[in-house]
């Protein structure tokens, strides 16, 4: 009957979607074994807000730490507090496989002496250990490993769980900071969202990506105007395209990039390195333009165009806005 | 060496460079094919070297940073350079498990990195975002894509590297709770197949992926 904790991810005051992933997460495990789903929500006065939508999705209890320390992630603070109350006893709790997700269990996992689970794509609970499976070998390899420790720290994968509805009654509660918020060691001076109020790569349903084949940086406004035309889309790149700096860093895609799993995937001049399959071939449709017809690319996606991409890519633009007008 | 050691590496240089004074120490925990990357960070500028040997594969993040922060213990270092996951188990634990083991303050997954009066000040991209981090000496931080290409050793670095000392000590590891059952490829993609050339392939396309794909 142990309860299962979830930490709802916010940033600047807004709930994340994979704070209701993990909401969802542990109301799945809550539901099979019996216990209460506990949801954190951390930030600023005025975050305890968003109380109701995790209610909404499943929290019995919504444990609420509101500080102006809290404005931006304060990553000491938040760790004492979580370490502090999963030593209470829990079964298992779920983080976002995020930037700060993946922050937050470490240092949680730190503090608490014990091993963790790390970008978790399938969880099974029994007994006293859970079986989980993650990729690895840069996404080639599914691995299957068994978490022996309770609570059972896990971060999810996006999209792994997808948020669901399941009423609770969501009572807040205060949860009080372990150490004084303002006196840490380690300090988020500032957050900033990226230009322009881009659809992030790991949130965005569509997926438009460049690489070399586009020449150069300006050809990059093909790519930008084929995600426009399909309203849902982010812009990605190769790593040669990073490297170059056609892009920014936080725009690649690959092994050492971002790893994306969008509904449709379109891979722009791309030959298609095994370093950049591993970051996107998750993706559920994946189409390829190219003109060297034995691209790999080729070999990864589900409908191919052989030809240049200057040319192909704006007709593909106007045929998409044609599309999304008439449906 | 993976790349994000490699970067780990590569900054860890650059600053002893710009400073014109400090040492950099490169570790390994594992077999003695971490040998060949300890020699290639040598070759890059690194001045000294220790395997932690161990033998038999291991995954589980918290004994791995046991056995670094047991040989970081009596200090004698401002910063701890870790790059941000292995790319084997992809965890991304050991950075912050050894900072906690050595009651330091760490940041990890940074893109930029800046050391001045005594404090790291870093930036760490988020989805659709990045924060701006910082924290008091002595430190360990977690390397991400963006800080700095590894270098090519040149072949001077490569000769002065077989003169430098690589210790080679036995790695105590801490308990594992976390195992490897198997792994497994994941699920094949369906063969795909080339709808046609250059732009008269384009109605094509789109009525696949309107009628087939369902995502337009």
Redesign the interface.
């Known amino acids: 009957m142990a309860n299962v904790l979830a930490f709802s991810e916010t ?1 600047l005051g807004e709930l994340r979607r994979a704070g209701l992933e993990t909401v969802t997460a542990a109301r799945q495990v809550a539901d099979a074994t019996g216990g209460q789903v506990h949801a954190v929500l951390v930030g600023a006065p005025g975050v305890a807000q968003h109380a109701a939508k995790l209610a909404a999705h499943g929290a019995d209890v919504v444990l609420v730490m509101e500080h102006d320390a809290f404005t ?2 304060n990553p ?1 603070a938040v760790t004492a507090t979580l370490a502090a109350r999963l030593g209470s006893g829990y079964r298992a709790a779920f983080f976002a496989a ?3 997700g ?2 937050l269990v ?2 949680v ?3 608490m ?7 978790v794509t399938e969880f099974t609970l029994s007994g006293d250990s859970v ?1 989980v499976a ?16 309770t609570p059972a720290l896990i971060s999810l994968r996006a999209g792994a769980v997808l948020p669901a509805e399941s009423a609770k009654a969501g009572t807040v509660e205060t949860l009080t900071p372990a150490v004084e918020p303002a006196s840490v ?10 230009a322009g109020g ?6 965005a ?2 997926i438009v990506a460049g690489g070399r084949g586009l020449k150069e940086a300006a050809n990059f406004a093909l790519v930008e105007a084929l995600a426009a035309a399909f309203g849902n889309a982010a812009v990605g790149a190769t790593r040669a395209v ?2 170059d700096g056609w892009r ?3 725009d ?1 895609i690959g ?3 971002r790893l994306v799993s969008p ?2 995937y379109v891979a722009c001049g791309i030959s298609g390195a095994i370093q950049h399959l591993a970051g996107m ?2 993706s ?5 333009i190219n003109k060297d ?1 034995e691209a790999p690319i ?11 991409v200057m ?2 890519l704006p ?2 633009t106007e ?2 806005k044609a ?2 007008a008439g ?1 | 060496m993976s ?2 050691d490699g970067y780990a590496a590569e900054v860890a240089i650059q600053i002893t460079e710009k400073l014109g004074a400090g040492e950099v120490t490169v570790i390994s925990l594992g077999p003695d094919v971490v040998q060949e990357s300890l020699r290639k960070a040598l070759s890059m500028g690194a001045h000294r070297a220790v395997q932690l040997k161990h033998d038999a594969p291991v ?5 791995i ?1 046991s056995a670094l922060a047991a040989e970081l213990k009596d200090g004698g270092y401002d910063l701890v350079m870790c790059g941000r996951m292995a ?7 050991v950075g ?2 050894i ?3 050595l009651g330091l ?5 940074i ?1 930029q990195l800046n050391v001045e009066g005594g404090l790291v000040k870093a930036r ?13 000496l002595p430190a360990v931080v977690t390397i991400d ?2 800080i700095a ?1 590894a270098r090519y050793p040149s072949l001077k670095g490569i000769m002065a590297a077989k003169k430098k000392p690589l210790d080679v000590k036995p790695a105590q590891l801490g308990a594992v ?10 699920a094949e ?11 008269d ?3 094509e ?2 009525r ?3 009628e087939e ?1 369902k ?2």
Do not use: W
């Not at chain 2, 760490?124 to 008091?136: K, N, S, T």
């Open positions: 940033r931006h992630y000491e995020s930037a700060m993946h922050d470490a240092r996992a730190a503090k002496k014990l091993a963790y689970a790390s970008d079986a993650h990729p690895g070998y840069t996404n080639k390899i599914v691995q299957r490993f068994v978490l022996k420790a060691r380690v300090k988020v001076t500032l957050t900033e969202k990226a881009k659809i992030d790569l790991g949130e349903p569509v990073t490297d920014p860093h936080s690649q092994q050492t990039g509904d449709l071939r998750t559920k449709t994946i189409v390829a017809k080729f070999k990864a996606a589900d409908y191919g165009i052989v030809g240049d040319e192909v007709v593909l045929a998409v599309a999304r449906a | 790349d994000f995954s589980d993040g918290l004994a940073a790319v084997d188990t992809q965890n991304r634990s912050i498990f900072a906690e083991l303050p760490v940041i990890s997954a893109s760490r991209e988020l989805e659709g975002a990045y924060e701006l981090i910082e924290c008091p894509e963006g290409r709770t976390y195992a490897l059952e198997k792994m497994e490829l994941p993609r369906a063969a795909g197949r080339i709808i046609g050339e250059g732009k392939a384009v109605p396309l789109v696949l992926l309107k794909a995502v337009l």
